[in-house]
């Protein structure tokens, strides 16, 4: 492609951008696909001669489009909404020009030196003491593998070099989250070596947070019994409930019982910037490690986290290690970015979070977080007000977790399963119309339908509507 054909095609592709950003509520939210729809529509080889761009567009358009699920759309109140914002799409488009491979610092001077600034930049927005070094991986899943990697690393005698099989010297070790952690923290510690019995689920309280006196409990037990407890992972704004871990007095017991403490803070860290819920990371100034996802609650296109540490040193014990062609005189201050995780090669990921944070500035990201807090607060406000729905979790950030529970004269009610299965059916129901999406969790063993608001573009109109659609199912289920 010269030049010239560039320069078309690339208007174009930009036009096509625009007008979808524009309405991205002309599709149905989630795709109508079925399964091997478009695996079907494409030839099983590649082409043996290149195809023009006008047609590979074409096909874009008229196979891949009807297989998009929206995370766009105003109207995805599922899972944990995000959002392409127009400076992070366009940020994007230049780091894949621009190309650069930030593995040492005179591969990219630029990524290099800009990862430090945005991160330190979003450090004080969310009030984290400077004292915490920061690195972009790829997800909040990678970032909570190296928090535990270097707790591994702080606790484990000569682990780089000797592994934890067949060492005598090793007992068990303990890693432990609430029973509604996330399951990348499962993931992690099968992935580093632990195993699954390694990760001890910690009993919650009333309002889904991890109980303190459990974890002393926990931790007592385990050295009893001669394991060896390594890290506690608290979560704030957990990914059922967004319920917030008591991480000051975690790190309470985290600083007597010397264990890495690392806090998931995904989604729910954001929310620190608000002066109104600068509480939520109360105490994390503590913590060994943090992560906390631009591309959930920060308008970054997919993918960006941002993993802070106190203790860099322990994950450049964990990970450096630099074959011949990669050693370079500079000394330090400079840094190589290779040294601090385990990929190599990274791609200019600072660049999206540096032009968004300066696109939107401080008190605009600030109005649209507490927009959806405000949004949130509303939806559950007509929940509590509905007789045949009731709320099943508090509503701390700007997630509703609720059911369809129509009340009924005493004993002629729906049984429990009965009510799961109806709520199941409900949040499909709503689902088929197109316009909104919305997902279910289970809370202490009952469905629970989820509500999220997160996206740039959702207004309280997209809740309300979504309410709407729940209200009129729901009638329409009950008449059945
Ligand atoms: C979304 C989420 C994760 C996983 O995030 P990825 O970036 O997709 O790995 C981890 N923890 C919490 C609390 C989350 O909400």
């Known amino acids: 492609m010269d030049a010239a054909d560039f320069r078309r095609h690339g208007h174009a592709l930009v036009d096509w951008i625009a007008e979808y950003l524009e309405h991205p509520g002309k599709y149905p939210v989630l795709s109508r696909a079925t399964p091997g729809d478009i695996v079907a529509a494409l030839p099983a080889g590649a082409p043996e001669e290149g195809e023009s761009f006008e047609a590979i567009v074409a096909d874009f358009e008229r196979i891949l489009v009807p297989g998009l699920t ?6 995805f109140l599922a899972y944990f909404p995000i959002t392409g914002s127009a400076p992070g799409v366009l940020a994007e488009f230049l780091a894949a020009a621009l190309n650069q491979q930030a593995m040492l610092w005179r591969t990219s001077p630029a990524a290099t030196e800009l990862e430090e600034v945005a991160l330190g930049w979003l450090r004080r927005l969310i009030g984290l003491p400077d004292a915490f070094e920061g690195v972009i991986y790829d997800t909040a899943s990678t970032s909570t593998l190296h ?7 702080a606790a484990v005698d000569d682990v780089r070099a000797r592994g934890l099989a067949g060492r005598p010297d090793v007992p068990p070790l ?4 609430s029973e509604q952690a996330h399951s990348s923290i499962d993931k992690a510690v099968m992935a580093i070596g632990l195993g699954l019995e390694s990760l ?10 991890l109980r303190v006196d459990a974890l002393k409990a926990a931790i007592a037990e385990d050295r009893a019994a001669g394991r060896l407890p390594i890290a506690v992972v608290a979560t704030v704004g957990t990914t059922a409930t967004t319920s917030i871990d008591p991480v000051g007095e975690i790190a309470e017991v985290c600083a007597a019982e010397s264990l890495w403490l690392h806090v998931d803070a995904a989604y729910g860290g954001m929310a620190a910037m608000l002066p109104s819920h600068a509480h939520v990371l109360k105490g994390a100034d503590r913590a060994d490690s943090l992560v906390v996802n631009p591309h959930k609650w920060l308008f970054t296109p997919v993918d960006l986290s941002a993993f802070y540490t106190r203790r860099m040193d322990a994950i450049r014990a964990a990970f450096a290690l630099t074959p011949a062609y990669l050693q ?13 995780g385990f990929q190599l090669g990274r791609r200019f990921r600072a660049l999206k979070l540096w032009m968004i944070l300066r696109s939107f500035g401080a008190r605009a990201i600030r109005r649209h977080l507490s927009r959806h807090i405000a949004i949130a607060r509303s939806f559950g406000a007509w929940v509590d007000a509905h007789p045949d729905f009731e709320r099943v979790a508090p509503v701390p950030l700007s997630v509703v977790c609720f059911r369809w529970n129509p009340s009924v004269p005493a004993g002629s009610g729906l049984p429990p399963e009965g009510l799961d299965d109806a709520n ?3 949040v499909d129901a709503v689902n088929s119309t197109g316009e909104v999406f919305l997902t ?8 629970a339908i989820r509500l999220a608001v997160g996206h740039l573009d959702t207004t309280e109109a997209h809740v309300r509507r979504a309410w709407e659609l729940l209200v009129s199912c729901a009638a329409g289920a009950a008449r059945a």
């Open 174 to 177: 303990r890693v432990y989250c």
């Open 70 to 75: 929206h995370w766009n759309h105003p109207g």
């Open 440 to 447: 279910h969790t289970r809370l202490r063993g009952r469905i």
């Open 328 to 340: 370079t005189t500079e000394t330090a201050p400079v840094k190589n970015l290779m040294d601090t």
């Open 200 to 209: 001890r689920k910690i009993p919650i309280d009333e309002e889904f947070r």
């Open 424 to 426: 199941e059916r409900l």
């Open 147 to 153: 928090a535990l990697v270097a707790a591994r690393q």
